[in-house]
């Protein structure tokens, strides 16, 4: 037995997002916003200024813990961030980032994990890499878990990458990303973060495979939506950022403005600008 009725809108009136929303979103052509999100307070910030797509993301080590990498972070640590901003969220879609070493050892292990984060309020999960992920990618899928895939930098991966690098620059990366990205999306994922690889590579997988929504952090502006880490957006990080990074909060009244603004300008395509945040 289940209950039918109608979740509650967000205090903007939104309805609810779900899967289905996104991808008419995406076939009309409307692009999709999305932020990191770590608390129930931001969580309500960003519903209500529109951002339609919330990451729980393993970033969580390095803004919230101040680690140097994501690697650390547990899936306890994960599942615990994911039900306080499930508290806070009202109808932004909402996932949770599946840290290192809870899906690399069997498929087994990867839908243990992912029912942990989804009981804990996600609707979706986020995988990193390619080459064997799409087994695994096909196992959740299967069995009702939707997957946001992620290819280019991959940061569980960055010792084996040879530190922050743009992936993808020669032919035979791209090759390689590109079968990639085939193979995830052939496997069922419905989101593909393609995270600092070049704009004409990020415009190549997006055009190639209209069924996947692509989702850009340092790939130019032709994916089908957008991802910041929310306090690098805000101004909040410290030190050199990459330049894909654009400092919202920069003539803006408040963080709400600053986050609406973020939503316009990445709707309107005035962000990101491929001259300035582009590779």
Avoid at 2 to 30: C, D, N, V
Avoid at 45 to 61: F, I, K, R, Y
Avoid at 195 to 201: D, F, K, M, N, V
Avoid at 205 to 212: G, M, Y
Wanted: hydrophobic residues 40%; charged residues 20%; contains cysteine.
């Amino acid at each position: 037995m289940s209950s039918h009725a109608t979740p509650e809108p967000s205090a903007s009136g939104r309805k609810p997002i779900t899967l289905h929303r996104l991808r008419e979103m995406h076939a009309a052509g409307e692009r999709i916003t999305m932020l990191t999100c770590y608390d129930a307070t931001f969580a309500r910030v960003l519903d209500e200024a529109g951002v339609e797509c919330l990451l729980v993301g393993d970033s969580l080590g390095m803004v919230l813990q101040g680690r140097p990498s994501t690697l650390p972070v547990s899936l306890d640590e994960v599942a615990y961030h994911t039900e306080c901003v499930a508290r806070g969220n009202r109808s932004a879609w909402l996932i949770a980032d599946m840290p290192f070493g809870c899906y690399q050892e069997s498929k087994e292990q990867a839908l243990r994990s992912a029912v942990r984060l989804m009981r804990a309020g996600a609707q979706m999960v986020k995988i990193e890499g390619g080459g064997w992920t799409p087994e695994t990618v096909r196992f959740l899928v299967d069995r009702g878990v939707p997957v946001c895939a992620h290819l280019g930098l991959t940061p569980q991966s960055v010792h084996a990458l040879g530190g922050y690098r743009i992936q993808g620059r020669d032919e035979d990366g791209a090759a390689t990303l590109r079968r990639h990205a085939a193979e995830l999306a052939d496997a069922g994922a419905a989101m593909l973060v393609l995270e600092l690889i070049p704009s004409t590579l990020a415009s190549e997988v997006t055009r190639a495979l209209p069924q996947l929504m692509t989702i850009g952090i340092g790939a130019g502006p032709e994916c089908a939506g957008q991802v910041l880490v929310l306090q690098d957006m805000l101004g909040l990080t410290r030190g050199k950022l990459p330049r894909f990074v654009r400092n919202f909060m920069q003539g803006a009244g408040s963080i709400d403005e600053a986050i609406r603004t973020y939503v316009q300008d990445v709707k309107n395509g005035r962000f990101p600008d491929p001259q300035l945040h582009g590779y």
